[in-house]
C-alpha cells in the first residue's frame, strides 16, 4: 500500500523552534523543483519490512515492500534518480567477498562514524551480512536503471540531528518541525524518511559524507 502526503505547502504550519531555524530553512519545499528521490530503510531480508519514502516536487509517497522486484518497480514508477539505502554497499578494502572469512571487518567509513561516537554493527557480524549482500546487489540493480545510490544510516543521522534513535514519538515530534507530522508512518518508514532528509541535504550542500577509499556513508550535519 503506498501512503501519500499533500502537498507541502498545503500542509500546517507550526511555530517558530529556534533551535531548528537553520535546518529547517535548508529542509524548505517552498518552490522546490528537484528530479525525484528516495530513502529506503532495507531489510535483510525478503521477508522483513523495509520501509521507503519517495520525495517528487514538493510531495511524499511512503510505504512499505518486501521485495528487491518491489523496490524497482517504485524505483521506475517515480522515475528516480537518486537513491539512499539503509545498508553497507561496500566492502573493506583487502576484503574480496562478505562469505568468505579475512581480518579486514572495518571501512575506512565504519573508522569514521568510531571515531565520532556513533554506534554500529559491523558489516560482517552475523545478520549483517545479508543486508551487506543484499544491498550491493541492490545498488547494481540500480544503477542498472541509471540511478546514482548512496549509502546512509538513520542511526548516524538521528546522533547528530539530537535525536533518540528507535523513539517514535521524539521522531515524530521532530518531523514536525518540518511540516512532515507522519503520525501513521512505522519505524521502518520513519528511518528512510530521515534518509530521505539526509540525502536531500546532501543535494543542498549541506552534508559532507563520511568517505574512505572503500566506501563512504552520508549523513547529516550536526546543529
Request: one cysteine or more.
Amino acid at each position: 500500500m503506498v501512503r501519500r502526503y499533500l502537498d507541502m505547502a498545503e500542509m500546517p504550519r507550526n511555530g517558530r523552534d529556534r533551535g531548528f531555524d537553520s535546518l529547517r530553512a535548508h529542509f524548505s519545499f517552498s518552490g522546490v523543483c528537484m528530479k525525484p528521490i528516495i530513502g529506503i530503510d532495507l531489510a535483510g531480508s525478503e521477508r522483513r519490512n523495509t520501509g521507503w519514502v519517495v520525495l517528487y516536487g514538493k510531495k511524499f509517497d511512503f510505504g512499505i515492500a518486501h521485495t528487491d522486484e518491489e523496490l524497482l518497480a517504485i524505483v521506475k514508477k517515480y522515475k528516480i534518480k537518486k537513491a539512499i539505502i539503509d545498508a553497507p554497499l561496500s566492502l573493506p578494502a583487502g576484503r574480496k567477498s562478505i562469505e568468505k572469512r579475512s581480518e579486514h571487518h572495518f571501512r575506512e567509513c565504519d573508522m569514521l562514524l568510531r571515531k565520532e561516537g556513533i554506534r554500529f554493527f559491523p558489516i560482517t557480524l552475523g545478520p549483517m551480512r545479508k543486508l551487506t549482500k543484499r544491498g550491493m546487489k541492490l545498488k547494481k540493480k540500480f544503477e542498472k536503471l541509471g540511478v546514482r545510490v548512496f549509502e546512509g544510516f538513520p542511526g548516524a543521522s538521528y546522533d547528530r540531528l539530537g535525536v533518540p534513535r528507535k523513539d517514535k514519538k521524539a521522531i515524530r515530534k521532530f518531523l514536525r518541525k518540518f511540516r512532515f507530522p507522519a503520525p501513521d508512518a512505522t519505524q521502518d518508514e520513519l528511518d528512510a524518511l530521515i534518509l530521505l532528509l539526509t540525502l536531500y541535504l546532501k543535494e543542498k550542500g549541506k552534508c559532507k559524507p563520511l568517505m574512505g577509499k572503500d566506501g563512504g556513508i552520508i549523513a547529516p550535519p550536526t546543529f
